[in-house]
């Protein structure tokens, strides 16, 4: 298995791959990036088919974090780590103890979260053995998918006021992809504002309540990427945007919760050629862990969300950059981030030439 060759590797500052003998951890634990701040990313735990998956897996995560928190304009670097295990069957508290003190190990420049198949009570397992754990309820701001729906809200409101010249989500049609902890909130939200929705999941009971709750259309999980809408919002999984949806849908805008909406980089190309207008996952997701960074003895939710409310006007700029330089948002994106690191490494690298 290559790590430093690897494609996805991309500078990684370190990878501990961590090996528990008596409780059978076993973890890739990924620090991308630490130029703004300690890493903070969640933990993934999935019953993955190889290690060279989950390795790509953790990286790829783990630099993505980098970006979200240098375009969110938080003093955040970036990491991510993954548990290779069967999250129905294999949780145990001596595990969460163990991957606690894995975590340990990095001494500060990684701050564990959760993420797909771990929860917060996973993570305070892991927090009575180390002080490097972030999103807990005690003392923390809790599970983060509120504020993400809360981002992707003001995101999805950016990208309308963008593409179609309205102030408002009054008649808008949005497609739903998923309600799950982020997918139905976001509903609730666009529901108050007047949009229309049309909403799919794998999970027939979450489709009923929103059709009940929310006035909501239901539309067969196959479909919804090809619904006449304005917004297609994934919320789901990844790669939602691939060559086999591209060409079906009819949606003007693509702005949704989900990570990784791009199954390959082309695809942010491939959508601008087509005048769809697409917010970068990244940036509109990156509610919960602006909610996250307030974490603290001054913690106050209503400051933490106003912060999350920028994300509205940081997707108008890139927008606005992106239409001017005739490139692709996402690509614009990676650029305003990369400009961000290297700025602050500049200064670092002053404050260093100084102090020396
Ligand atoms: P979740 O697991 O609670 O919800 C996902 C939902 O998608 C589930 O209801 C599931 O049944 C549904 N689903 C799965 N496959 C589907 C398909 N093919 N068609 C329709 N529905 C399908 O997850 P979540 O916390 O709501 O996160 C959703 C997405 O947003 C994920 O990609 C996650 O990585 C991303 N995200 C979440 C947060 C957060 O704060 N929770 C933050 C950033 C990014």
Redesign the pocket.
Known sequence: MKVFSSPDFDEHESVLFFNDKETGLKAILAVHDTTLGPALGGTRMWNYTSEEEALKDVLRLSRGMTYKSALAGLKLGGGKSVIIADPHSDKSEALFEAFGRAVDRLNGSYIAAED?GTSVADLEVARRVTPHIAGISEGGAGD??PA?AWGVFNGIKASVKHKLGKDNLEGVKVAV???????YILCQYLHEAGAELLV????ED?VKRAVQELGATAVP?DE?HKVDTDVFAP????GAINPNTLSELKASIVAG???NQLETPEMGEALRARGILYAPDYVI?AG?IILISHEGPTFNRDAAMKQVSDIHDTLLDIFARAEAEQKPTDVVADKIALEILENAGKKSEAGQKVSA
Do not use: Y
């Not at 992809?177 to 997918?183: A, T, Y």
């Not at 799919?200 to 999970?203: C, K, L, Q, S, Y």
């Not at 919320?235 to 990844?238: K, N, Q």
């Open positions: 797909v983060p998918s993400t992809q998923g309600l799950g902890h982020v997918g799919a999941d794998i999970f979450s999980a919804i919320c789901a999984l990844g919760s989900a990570n997701n919960g």
